[in-house]
């Protein structure tokens, strides 16, 4: 859309929940303490009206940079952290309980290769340099099960597009979801937009990627009997 705010910013409709039940103190000085240190300037349309392009390298030297678009409560973002302190993550996550619990994850671990953008993904791709990510993940996603909705699934043009342009070629998208519906439009869209399902047999979908922590999400599905899908996408 063209419409603007008073600050520049495009109308962006979003349609998540922003914050969920009270906070813990413990967790309301992690957001004042470390959430200002953690996240990635430039990012917010008030410091950065030009949308000037990020300087990833001034954050994460010459390491791989890897996003995790809606990472929930952070155990698969610090996981891999910790697994890769080679690359660089960059964790997106606008529900502010989401990112008090991965700010208090990283606390215990000690991961000092994480950084967060407590916002909406498409501001991020806004000023993501072309070419920028070596890998994105893309976890349970919000389904929007009623039909009228599945416009507002990452898995659409207004999404998919600028997630092409932010990653170099050859480089993969992963994407899990226990949502039958969601694992079609994915399959629809997925590759409209330059993507390749890498997927051989049965097994490409059905058995997780390996190193994979199981999230507080996918135990959810598996206890109320819904069967998760992984989707593996190579960008053309």
Known sequence: MTDRHHSGAPWRNFYGRLKGKALRPAQE??????????QIPGIGWDENPDRA?????????????VL???FGGGEHLVHMAESRPDAGFIGCE?????VAMLLGKLRES???NVRVHAGDVRDLFDVLPEGALSAVYLL?????????????????PEHLEPLHRAMAPGTVLHVATDIPDYVRQTLEEVPKAGFEWLAEGPSDWRQPWAGWPSTRYEQ?????GRVPHYLTFRRV
Not at 53 to 65: A, Q, S, T
Not at 140 to 156: A, G, L, N, S
Not at 220 to 224: D, F, N
């Open 29 to 38: 000085r992690y957001l004042d303490e470390d959430l200002p240190r953690l």
């Open 53 to 65: 392009r990020l300087d990833l390298g001034g954050v994460f030297g010459d390491r791989p940079v």
């Open 68 to 70: 995790e678009i809606g």
């Open 94 to 98: 606008p529900y502010i309980n989401g």
């Open 110 to 112: 000690g991961a000092d």
């Open 140 to 156: 349970y996603p919000d389904p929007w099960p009623k039909k009228k909705h599945h416009r507002r699934r990452f898995v659409t």
């Open 220 to 224: 959810k599905a598996l206890r109320e």
